[in-house]
């Protein structure tokens, strides 16, 4: 048994006997973990309310045979912006879903924890209705499934791109077309995702909901593909909206 300490943000909690809760954290130096906060259901808890789902922060652990325990949590952000917005929490909510479902239990994955803190910072304070169909294709650039969108995956042609086809591996051409159709402002936008230039591309979509809705689908069905499930988050996020 050994102690550890490190930056986590909440990524769920579920109920166990008649005070404790489960704890799913993703932490930046030991990747997901599971943990059990101890008596954190009683009114009385001092972790309770620092335990919250979407909390940034710094927690220490008491690593056992199985699982974890907690046994200190200091809050570094709690994004209150987001907490305001169901909008944003039902965003934010499946920005951590995704990270959930393709990460394993005790594998570090620094570049994925810094990318869901920078979309989660972004979401609470310069929000960008487009910030979750890019964090979708950030992903998938991180995890070495960056979709082909400059030629057709069928044939090669770089010409007359018209739609986008998971299985396929990305775009394809008006002869080779399946899947769903894409635009070819939709095409500029994933070229400026994938070529580091996130603000432009954010800046792009602000008052264009019809090519921010364009990406999100996109990147959802290319993240659900990947997984092979669908996402129970952006179902309640497309039926509230």
Known sequence: MSSLQDVAVIMRTYKIGEADKIIVLFTQNHGKIRAVAKGSRKTTSKLGARLEPLNLANVMLWQG?????????????????????????????TMMEIIDKLTLDDQEND?????????????????SP??????????????????????????GTAQELTAFNAAMGGALCRNCQSGQLISKQALDILGLIFNGRLGKALYLCSHAPE????????????????LGQKLKSHLNLKTWG
């Open 65 to 93: 045979r199985n699982l974890a325990t907690i046994t200190g949590v200091d809050v570094i952000d709690n994004f209150t912006d987001i907490r305001e917005s169901l909008e944003k929490i039902m965003m934010a909510t």
């Open 211 to 226: 090519l921010t809705h364009e990406i999100e689908s996109l990147g959802i069905n290319i993240i659900e593909y990947h």
């Open 111 to 127: 570049a994925l924890f810094q990318l869901l803190i920078k979309a989660l910072m972004t979401l609470d304070k310069n929000f």
């Open 130 to 155: 487009a910030i979750l169909g890019a964090f979708c294709f950030r992903v998938l650039m991180v995890e070495g499934l960056t979709p082909q969108t400059d030629a057709c995956c069928a044939c």
